[in-house]
C-alpha cells in the first residue's frame, strides 16, 4: 500500500518502499559557481531542469574548464531511515568529472575522476525526515561532456558495505585482511584459499570478531603461490556479509630459451626516404652480434645492437634474413621491409606512454628511465619500440618566431630523440588541434605547420592528436556535421604528410562521430574508440568488451581501432602510483583481448618498476605475436552467453587466435569444443594454449571469474 507522503515528491522522483529507495531522474540546474548553492534555502526556482540519463552537453549546455551545479529536492521518508546506524546513502552514480556533493548544505562527499560511482554515506542528523531535502552537487567538467550521464541518483538504506570496509593487501610474504567500522559490530571472518590453477580447494579458516566503533582489526595468513584468498565478513548484526577477493600474481609464461629467439614483428613498413628506425627483436643471453641478409642500398645494421638505420629511395618489398648469434648459440627468421607510400604501421605499435602513471609530472628523466628500462629489462627484445610522451611538456609560452617548445622538464628533446633512435627506439609528442590541451598545456590551434616541423626537427615519430581543447572551437561553430569533427584531424594530417619522416598518427577523440569510420580518411594510422581507460574491472569490460565488437571490420594494416592504453603494472596517475587494481586474471584477460584486438599495445606504468608477473605479461611472444600478425584482422565476436564470450580472429598462418573469456563473477566450467565451434571451428587439427606456451587436449577447462583461455587453433576443416 502506498503512503500518504508520495504525492510531495517532486517531478523527476519516485519512491520504491519494497526497495527502500527513492530514484531521482533529474535535478535543477545552472552553469557557474556560487557559495550559498550549496545551501538548503537558495533560491534555485530559475533554474532549468537536467535529467540524468544524459550528460549536460547532449542537452545543449556548453561548459569546458568550469563549474555547473545540480540541485536535488527530495522528501526523505523515515522509512528510510536505518535502525542500526539512523543514517541513509546518496547512491548518485558517476558524474563527469570531478564533484562535491553537500546535503542540505553540509558537505557529506567528493570524488575525483570522471567514470567513479558516488556512494555516500549521511548522518541521520543532516536529513529533514519526511520533509524536502535539498541535495547539491557541484560539478567540475574539463572538456567536452560533463556532469550526471548514467541514469538515476538514489537514496537508499545502509547496507553493511556502507558501513564497515573490508580490504586485502599482499605485504611481507603475507595477504592482510583489514576490517573497518564506523559502528560497534561483530561477525564471523572466513578465508578460503584455492589453487588458481586447478582451482581446488586448500583450506577454510573461520574467525570470530568484534568491532567498536571507529576501530579496524587486521588478520594474516601465509601467501602461497598461484593462490586465490576469498575472505568474507559475515556480520551478526546486519544479516549482511562481504567479500574481497586477492589472487595473488602467477606467471604462465615459460622463461624465454637462453639461446636466440626472434619476437618481432615479420614485417616493417617506412615510405620512401624516410628514416628506417628498426630494431632486431631477439631475446637471449647478451651480448649477442646481429647480422642481415638482402639490405637494400641506403640501409645498413649495427651487428652489436641490431639496429637497422638508413632510408631506401625505391618502393618495394624487400624479403630479409635476420641473424641473432650468442655463446649459446644461433637463430635466423624470415622478415620483410616494404617501401611504399602507404606503407607505414603495418602492424600496431607496441611501446610506452607516460600519462597513466605520471601524467603532469613527466619529465625527461623520467622518460629516459622507462627507455633505458625498455632496453636493460629486455621489453625491446619483444617488440616494444615507442617511447610516447603525453601532455605536459609543453611550456606555458611559444618562442618569439611562435615554435613551440618544451619546458623547463625537458631540456634537450632533440637529443632525447637522437639517443632513442640510436638505440632503434623511436620518440612520440602529444598535442591538441585546440588552444590548449587537457591539462592545460599550449595546444596546436593556429601553429599546425609550424609544429609539425619542429617535431620533424626533434625526430618525433609519433603523434598523439587529442580533442580536448578543440572542443570549444567546435561548440562556437554552427556547424555539427561529421566534417567539423574531422577537419581538425584533416588539417594537421596535410602537414605531418609534409615532413620527411614517418609520424605515426594517432587520433585521441574518444570515437566521436563513429570515427573508425573516418579515420583512414585523415590518413589516420589509429583513432581512439572510448573514452579514457581506468584500472578497474567495469573500466575494462565497457570499454573493451561492450564498446569493441562490431569495429573489426574497420581495422587493417597502417590503420587500428585502439581502445586505450594498458592498465597493468603500477599506474596512478602523477603522484599517487600503486599496483593496477585489476586481478591478476583480469590483467590476463586485458592483454589477451588487446591482442585479439589488434590494438594499440602501449605500457602504461614506469618500466623500471614492472615486477616479474608485469614482465611476463608483456612479453609472451605468443600472444604478441597475434597482436603483430601481419595479416591484421581484428578479431569479432562469436558468442555471449551466459558471461562467456567467444572472439577469435584469422592469422596469416591460416590458424585461428581465440580468446574464451569468462565475465561472470565465479569460475566457470568450458568445454572447449564447444566454444570453438561457436566460432565456427568444428574439425580441429590441434589447439595451443598461448599463455602456457603448450600443446592441449581439446577437452573441459575451468576459467576463473573475469579470466581467460587464449588459444590457437589448426583447423581441420572450418567455415565462419
Partial sequence: MKKSFVFLLACGMSLSLAAQSITVSEARFSVGDGPSWKDAGFDDSGWRILSFDKDWTEQGISNDNAFAWYRLHVVIPSELKDPLTGNVVLDLGPVDDNEE?????????????WNVPRRYLAAGKLVKWDKENVIAVRVYNGTGKGGFFAGDACIVKPVLSDCVALSLAQKDGKVEATLSSALKTKGTVEVVQTDVLTETILSTQEQKINLKAGSDATLSWPAGENTRFTVTYKDDNFGESITEIKCLPYILTPPAPATPRYNGPAVFGVRPGSPVIFRLAFSGDKPMKYEVEGLPEGVSVNPDNGVLSGSVAKKGEYPLSLKATNAKGSTTASFTLVVGEDKIALTPPMGWNSWNCWATSVSQEKVTASALAMLNRGLADYGYSYINIDDAWEAPERAADGSIVPNEKFPDMKALGDWLHSNGLRLGIYSSPGDMTCGGYLGTLGHEEQDARTWNEWGIDYLKYDWCGYAKVYAAQNDHSVASYIRPYLKMEEYLRQQPRDIFYSLCQYGMAEVWTWGHAVDANSWRTTGDITDTWASLKEIGFDRQPELYPYAGPGHWNDPDMLVVGKVGWSANLRDSRLTPDEQYTHISLWALLAANMLIGCPIEQIDDFTFNLLCNNEVNAVNQDVLGK????????????????????????????NLNETPVNVDLADALSKAGIHKIAGVRDLWRQQDIEVGSYIIPSHGVRLVKVQKACCRH
Avoid at 556533493?101 to 575522476?113: D, E, P, R, S, W
Avoid at 565476436?637 to 580468446?659: C, F, N
Fill in 634 to 661: 581484428q578479431a569479432r565476436r562469436y558468442s555471449d552467453e551466459d558471461g562467456i564470450q567467444v572472439w577469435a580472429r584469422p592469422l596469416a598462418d591460416g590458424t585461428m587466435a581465440v580468446g574464451i573469456f
Fill in 101 to 113: 556533493t553537500f546535503l542540505n548544505g553540509v558537505k557529506v562527499g567528493a570524488t575525483n575522476g
